[in-house]
């Protein structure tokens, strides 16, 4: 029996923290900017091209293999760094206030600019890097087999959302963000730089999104169509778990890739359904969500 269970609950675990880090970032642009970016998953895919280019860099050019693993680190860094503040200011902002369909159709169009260029820089081969989760080896236990690296981005992610709650509650930028997210109207009035947060929060998107692209890369590689993919599937995260709420996205992401462990285990040919039939569910039951709840809108 545990022969059985073990190692579904670690592909599930394993497949949770990756999807988790996608999720969280769309969800926390969304509940601070009120925005629903479609090209968050090209921001994971850009994350992965570039983690995976890094490491094919390093073992070419014969340096310390385990040089690989900041590269991850960094990589997702240099995302966050060339594209948040770039494409908070100039394209996310002027859709400010604006309808939700000029938001979608803008992001979209930034999507498929974005799938472009990454066709131009990196090519349409497909890109495998394996050496961070070579470097950790395996573990048995009872006789079942574990990677390493699996366990690694477990607590990883684990480590993701205690930081980022501690951040918001009990730092003062976190707590500026809180107060721009209950009322931005009433945070502009008391001075808060508004602007400056929602930059400060589309990077941190970015950012893990493309760490969760980047941390990706050693067991699945990256290829063209990778962003429309996770996008997609992060979109379904953020709905079940509920638009904005941080622990719905986090209790989403183990829903969703338990969905995806046990149909590739059992039903093999519901594998690319099985997360969406599991947010229909939801939805029926919750409209808003696992954690969402209906709110009052002024008119």
Request: charged share 10%; no cysteine.
């Amino acid at each position: 029996m545990l022969q059985t269970v073990a190692p579904l609950l670690m592909d599930a675990l394993a497949n949770a923290a990756l999807i988790f880090f996608v999720a969280f970032g769309l969800t926390l642009t969304f509940s601070v900017l009120r925005i629903l970016n479609v090209a968050h998953g090209s921001f994971y895919s850009i994350g992965a091209y570039v983690a995976a280019s890094a490491g094919l860099f390093i073992v070419g050019a014969g340096l310390n293999p385990w040089l690989t693993y900041p590269s991850l680190i960094l990589s997702a860094a240099a995302v966050a760094a060339l594209f948040g503040p770039l494409v908070e200011k100039t394209l996310v902002r002027w859709t400010y206030g604006r309808g939700e369909a000029v938001q979608i159709l803008m992001t979209f169009g930034l999507f498929l600019i974005l799938e472009d260029l990454q066709r131009m820089v990196f090519g349409v081969n497909s890109l495998y890097e394996d050496t961070p989760m070579a470097l950790l080896g395996i573990t048995e236990i009872g006789g079942v087999v574990y990677l390493n690296y699996q366990i690694l981005l477990i607590a990883l992610a684990a480590l993701t959302l205690v930081g980022l709650r501690i951040f918001i509650r009990h730092t003062r930028t976190g707590r500026l963000l809180h107060v721009v997210v209950a009322d931005r109207e009433v945070s502009e009035a008391m001075g808060i730089d508004t602007g400056r947060m929602f930059t400060l929060a589309f990077t941190l998107g970015v950012f893990l999104a493309a760490l969760g692209g980047a941390l990706a890369t050693p067991t699945t590689g990256v290829a063209p169509g990778l962003g429309a993919e996770t996008m997609v599937l992060a979109f379904a995260v953020a709905a079940i778990g509920g638009l904005g709420q941080v622990e719905g996205a986090a209790l989403a992401a183990v829903i969703v890739a338990a969905a995806r462990v046990l149909a590739i285990y059992f039903a093999p040919e519901l594998d690319a359904v099985a997360p969406y039939l599991v947010m229909l569910v939801v939805l029926l039951v919750r409209p808003y969500g696992l954690f969402g709840k209906a709110a009052v809108r002024r008119i």
